[in-house]
């Protein structure tokens, strides 16, 4: 063989052997990488008070505007149920990515989305409508003041968000904070 | 004008000169399909459409999943039909002959692979056909797929574009060797064609024209909004200035109003907690405050009306409580404890003359300020504790966490604003992502200069504008100029046909 092309040859095998063994060993592609925060769902199976695949616990609650919503209120639609506090910097950032999402897409494909309510877990009124007005935070809050309904569903770790299909079945839960890719996806699942 | 986008111009006039050179190829392989009407040469010939179609398409940068999907997509198919155009060659071979596949990057390295390991085949069946027939014809055009097979595995490093990376350099310059190597081993048919050279170049230089029409006006317009974009984020900050003040004036009114009420003079001079915090919550509420707290005359917290359980804390140490305890009003930029970093403004609470306590009214300077500042402006907004942030609308690239914590490292941005105490506007790295950025300092009620605040505008969008003018213009510029030069090239081809 021409002495040229060997050296080309041999030097694009050595090229892909690199690709190679850096894609087995994850130095480069960092987005393979697990990502930092985990779904708990198995460490926490134990505590769960229901489970997937099971109806969601009753509740009956006072969105800020003093209106009030129950359990049966959202049947007929999927919906995502987010558990939150003020003081808890990631809920906060859940529901920034949670509200730019929402403020970027148009009207007429909202309301083919599922509803998102946060629930806030054991804090006044006045403290809550403070943040939402600061934030500009266009998301239903319902107040569960002395957090009956966040024990019912379990809640150990803050932001757990809760995605519900239209019969009010749990399709996942989610311990953490989501981006918004991982949002969207799980959102498409209840929406199925 | 940055260097950012003389680089994205670039990028654009190379890919677009890929796009030529494959659109030539499968002009030539339609030549030669007109001459020995072999079946392998129609594959060829979509082959290189293909390609040069996903040139255009990689020049454009098009923010769009579906279109680079398929144009990746037709690309690879492009290179496949290009390998068994090459496989199915009859014996004694025409002279075109393989093509090859020009790098593109995109989120998909495994794409890069395949891409990079059909341009390397594509290269070693040329160079086989090349030794076979003894083609020296041929060595251009397997060492331009060489060139490329490799920029295509570099390629796969790269991911995202990312200008700052120094192999983006590397995969540019090898894709220019291998578009060189196109481009010579065409001319060696083309130029003894007459009509065909006449019409390859009719073209190449509409095209080339046109290319340079585009970038000189995409140069002219980018480096003005670039200049705007700056004037706004400017404003932006001012403007965030201007409410930072409004803030501050309001905290000083609301918590000279307060101290002032009897029910909570009276609620602190027997520390009735319960009563403060039923009295505060209200005026939390309907002042529309961020916070409201009330200390002791030792400056002791009372009551936080916006997290009634943290109490009992000292705060005697800071600025506006020291000062109320002394009986002034007082308002400054500080951080505490229990809000962090928050425009806080304090009025004493006085009972027979003597001052009891004092009221501390303000707002958080922290992440849900920023939000709602966002939602009204849409531009990035970052807060300063000195060259650090404290709170900001900004995610990292896993896109769960906000960018707070990070320093900033330009030593032009700290002199001017942090020592300076000016505005300024510039181009900075945050997590690998490059951001226009203007900054406007924070000052505390002392005068010092105690932060500053950013306004910024990531410079991917900038480019995005820059990237579908020029897709317009070009567009544009190619059929002005067919529409005008048409009848001359009309008129040529006649005379030539006379001539002959």
Redesign the interface.
């Known amino acids: 063989m ?1 002495s040229s ?1 060997k050296i ?2 041999t ?2 095998i050595i ?2 052997c690199i ?1 190679v063994l ?2 087995v060993s994850g130095i ?2 960092s987005e393979q990488i697990s ?3 985990e779904n708990k769902d198995s460490e926490e199976e134990y505590t769960n008070k229901f489970m997937v695949g099971e109806e969601i616990p009753y509740f009956s609650l006072l969105l800020l505007s003093g209106e009030k919503v129950n359990k049966t209120d959202l049947l007929g639609y999927p919906n995502v149920i987010m558990f939150w506090s003020t ?1 808890n ?1 990631s809920s ?2 859940q529901m ?2 949670v ?1 730019d999402y929402f ?1 970027s897409i148009s009207p007429s494909k909202e309301s083919k989305l599922p509803r998102f309510i946060a629930i806030n877990s054991q804090e ?4 809550v ?3 939402m ?5 266009n998301i239903d809050v319902l107040l569960d003041i002395n957090g009956e309904i966040s024990n019912a569903y379990g809640i150990r770790t803050l932001p757990t968000t809760f995605f519900i299909n239209s019969e009010g079945v749990l399709v996942e839960k989610y311990i953490g ?5 991982e949002f969207i996806s799980k959102m498409e699942n209840i929406i199925r | 004008m940055s260097l950012y986008f003389v680089f994205n111009n670039l990028h654009f006039a190379l890919e677009l000169i890929g796009a030529l050179v494959f659109f030539v190829m499968g002009w030539l392989a339609i030549d030669a399909y007109l001459v020995n009407k072999h079946h392998s040469l129609v594959l060829r010939i979509i082959g290189f459409f293909l390609a040069s179609g996903w040139q255009v398409i990689n020049a454009f940068h098009f923010n769009n999943d579906i279109v680079n999907f398929f144009g990746f997509s037709g690309y690879i198919l492009g290179l496949i039909l290009i390998i068994l155009s090459l496989i199915s060659v009859p014996k004694i071979a025409t002279v075109s002959a393989v093509l090859l596949l020009p790098s593109f990057s995109k989120a998909m390295p495994s794409f890069y692979l395949i891409a990079g390991i059909l341009t390397a085949f594509i290269a070693v069946l040329s160079f086989r056909q090349c030794k076979r027939e003894f083609n020296k014809s041929l060595r251009l055009f397997w060492i331009g797929f060489a060139f490329i097979a490799f920029s295509s595995f570099i390629q796969i490093f790269v991911g995202n574009d990312s200008l700052d990376n120094p192999l983006w350099y590397v995969i540019h310059v090898l894709e220019a060797l291998g578009f060189f190597c196109f481009i010579f081993w065409v001319w060696q048919y083309i130029k003894l064609r007459v009509k065909e050279s006449l019409m390859l170049i009719f073209v190449a230089m509409t095209l080339f024209i046109a290319t340079i029409v585009t970038l000189a006006f995409s140069t002219i317009l980018i480096s003005k909004i670039e200049q705007q974009t700056k004037n706004n984020l400017l404003i932006n900050t001012r403007v965030f200035d201007f409410s930072v003040n409004n803030f501050t004036e309001k905290s000083t009114a609301e918590a000279k109003y307060i101290s002032t009420d009897k029910d909570v003079v009276q609620s602190v001079s027997t520390e009735d907690i319960a009563n403060l915090e039923i009295i505060l919550g209200r005026y939390l509420d309907s002042e529309k405050l961020g916070f409201l707290l009330v200390v002791d005359k030792n400056g002791v917290v009372l009551m936080r009306a916006h997290s009634p359980n943290e109490r009992g804390d000292s705060i005697s140490n800071e600025r506006t409580v020291e000062e109320a305890l002394i009986g002034n009003s007082f308002s400054t930029v500080e951080f505490s404890p229990s809000e962090k970093f928050s425009i806080r403004a304090s009025s004493p609470i006085y009972q027979d003359d003597k001052v009891i306590g004092a009221v501390v009214a303000g707002f958080p300077l922290d992440n849900v300020m920023v939000d709602g500042i966002k939602k009204i402006t849409g531009l990035e907004m970052t807060l300063y504790v000195n060259d650090t942030s404290v709170a900001t609308t900004t995610m990292s690239n896993d896109g769960r966490s906000r960018l707070t914590g990070v320093s900033i490292t330009d030593k032009d941005v700290k002199e001017e604003v942090l020592i300076k105490g000016g505005n300024t506007t510039s181009e900075i790295y945050i997590d690998d992502m490059l951001f226009l950025s203007s900054y406007i300092p924070i000052t505390n009620g002392d005068g010092e200069i105690v932060g500053m605040f950013s306004s910024a505008k990531p410079q991917a969008d900038i480019l995005d504008i820059a990237n579908s003018t020029n897709r317009l213009t070009l567009i544009t510029v190619t059929l002005i100029i067919l529409l005008l030069t048409l009848p001359v090239y009309a008129i040529t081809r006649r005379l030539l046909d006379q001539a002959i």
């Open positions: 021409h092309v080309i040859l030097g694009l090229v892909i690709v850096l894609r480069y592609f990502p930092l925060i003081w910097s906060v950032d920034k990515i509200d403020s006044s009124k006045p403290v409508e403070n943040l007005r600061r934030g500009n935070y904070t989501m981006n918004v890719e």
